[in-house]
């Protein structure tokens, strides 16, 4: 079974982009991650969702983060037969993704939910792991997808 | 990445037809055709995506969107979304409201 740490090992160089927090620069932040999802030989499914995970994370620090407003993010990658590793950071005012999530609500018409916390939600159940800090007033977000091709988001029953 | 979206009349039937990404950047396009369709009055508006490789949450918002502007006879149907995108659709849960359909 391959970890992150055999991953880290494996990956000996990382790729670093820091573009300005606008929605015109996701899809530098998605090039980015193609690139590296590419070079880890990552299969369809597994590239489609570290994409989408960093896609949305990206997408909420330019939205809600910094709402709209001057900013920076730092996307760090690596990559190795393991799977991929990226780490977004930013200056935004704190947020912790796993708290920021919201699962689909049984109850509530999809009309009437909020999609903000939904995409949260999509790029957790996107990954194979997820972590969180905040440090030197910076949100560092770290997200892996490994090589297998496991459904880490299976459809509703 | 670039979104290429069209709208015609066929029959009783809007149709949208969308190709490219669909994303925080290129979901504003969709949103306005949605617009424009909500007005046709059609019974059916059907979105066909089988050329859209890759759909993020703003894309669910745009068919929230739409949900909200049709008036609630009108059914909305997604045509031939590939997996991830279909994946994407029912995770949120809108399945229950939107048809999804191969073809």
Request: aromatic share 4%.
């Amino acid at each position: 079974m391959t970890t992150v740490t055999d991953m880290a090992e494996l990956a000996r160089s990382s790729s670093l982009l820091e573009v300005p927090a606008t929605v015109g620069a996701l899809g530098d932040i998605a090039a980015f991650v193609l690139r590296l999802a590419g070079r880890a030989g990552l299969g369809k499914g597994a590239t489609y969702r570290i994409r989408l995970a960093v896609d949305e994370l990206a997408t909420n620090i330019v939205m809600h983060g910094y709402r709209c407003g001057d900013g920076r993010i730092t996307v760090r990658g690596r990559s190795g037969p393991g799977g991929v590793q990226i780490t977004i950071e930013d200056a935004a005012p704190a947020f912790d993704p796993v708290e920021g999530r919201l699962p689909p609500a049984p109850g509530v018409p999809p009309e009437d939910r909020r999609i903000g916390g939904l995409g949260i939600h999509l790029a957790l159940t996107s990954v194979d792991e997820f972590s969180y800090a905040h440090r030197d007033g910076r949100n560092i977000s770290t997200l892996t997808v490994k090589a297998e091709e496991t459904d880490r988001c299976p459809p509703r029953p | 990445m670039p979104l290429s979206v069209s709208l015609s009349i066929e029959g009783d039937t809007t149709v949208i037809e969308l190709t490219g990404e669909l994303d925080a950047k290129t979901a504003p396009d969709f949103h306005q055709t949605i617009e424009k369709a909500a007005g046709h009055g059609t019974s059916t508006v059907e979105i066909r995506m089988a050329g859209v490789g890759y759909m993020a949450s703003a894309g669910l918002r745009s068919l929230v969107f739409a949900q909200q502007k049709v008036a609630n006879n009108v059914t909305i149907k997604v045509v031939g979304a590939i997996e991830p995108v279909s994946r994407t659709i029912r995770t949120a849960g809108l399945d229950r409201s939107i048809v999804l359909s191969d073809e």
